[in-house]
Each structure stands twice: as C-alpha cells, then as structure tokens.
C-alpha cells in the first residue's frame, strides 16, 4: 500500500507576540552569524555566512523595524499608557540608528562576499549593533511585547498580517531572496 502526503493545514493565525520574539532570535542568530563570518580565513563557510548575515541585515531587520513602528506602535499608543508611550518614542527613535549600523553591517558581509576578505573595521562594526540592540531588544521584550495583549484579538491578527503582507512584497521583489 503507498502513502500519501497529506498536506500541510495552512498556518494558524499568528500571535504578533509570537512573530516578534521570533523575529529577535533570528537577530540575534544573525549578529552572531556576522561575527563569525567575519573571523578567521575566508573559506566558502564564512562567505556563505556573510551572504545571509548581509541579506538579513539589508531586508529583514528593516522589515522588523516597520512592523513595529507601523503596526505596533500606533495600536499600543491607542490605549493611552504614559508609561508604555514613553517606551515606544525610545523603541522608535532608536530604530533609525540601528538600521544605519546594520546597513554598516551588510555592506561589510557584501564586502567579504565580493573580495574574500573582511573589512578592517567589520567586527566593530558588529559589536557596536550588537551593543546598541542588546538593550533595545531586551526592553521590547520586557515592556512592548507584553502589552500587546491588551488589544483585542482582531487588531493582533491584523498586526500579523501586515507584518505577512511586508514580507511578501520584499520578497517578491525581483532579485530578492529570503534571509
């Protein structure tokens, strides 16, 4: 008798809590990624390494930062917290300077790619993300994240799927591969 696959059930409706956690141990796997491409001889590995690293770092952690700003943000203000609208003007004033330090980033795992070699000043570079997202990260966790169950189930499921609907117009995009 054969088998047959049955196929897989579409996904349920995420949890944006669910997506963002996710999305900042992907930032995390991809710091380090950077790192480590970045150390030692270049071999096919670490150029690997750093095609990825600079792809997420290019497309996905801008895309990460969009959900917030645009999806999450405007929701949690809605509800009229001094305390959590006073976390979410330092989350958003600080994504702009880590989505310069990340362009600093990729351009540094493009450079590896192109040459073999990595940039001089690279695994600084790296650190100095690493430091300024340590903090921003571990904050979110704390104090944004949770709060995003004080809204109704209908405006979560629309957070995810905005954040779903950004993905599939990036990597759609001719060219474009997903990190």
């Not at 929701?75 to 001094?82: E, I, N, P, T």
């Not at 994240?145 to 109704?152: D, E, N, V, Y």
Request: contains cysteine; aromatic residues 4%; glycine residues 4%.
């Amino acid at each position: 008798m054969a088998l047959h696959l049955v196929p897989k059930p579409p996904p349920l409706e995420e949890d944006p809590r669910d997506l963002l956690f996710a999305c900042h141990g992907r930032i995390r796997s991809f710091l380090a990624l950077a790192a480590k491409a970045m150390e030692g001889p270049c071999d096919r590995l670490r150029v690997d390494a750093a095609r990825e690293a600079g792809r997420f770092f290019a497309l996905a952690l801008p895309l990460h930062a969009e959900d917030e700003d645009r999806s999450v943000a405007p929701r949690l203000r809605a509800l009229g917290d001094r305390e959590l609208d006073a976390e979410l003007d330092s989350m958003t004033s600080e994504h702009e300077p880590i989505e310069e330090l990340a362009r600093t980033v990729a351009a540094a795992c493009a450079s590896l790619v192109e040459t073999q070699r990595a940039p001089s000043a690279a695994l600084e570079s790296i650190a100095r993300l690493s430091a300024l997202l340590e903090g921003h990260l571990e904050r979110e966790e704390r104090i944004v994240f949770p709060a995003l169950h004080r809204l109704s189930a209908g405006a979560r499921r629309e957070i995810a799927a905005e954040a779903r609907e950004r993905r599939k117009i990036a990597y759609t995009s001719p060219g474009v591969s997903r990190p």
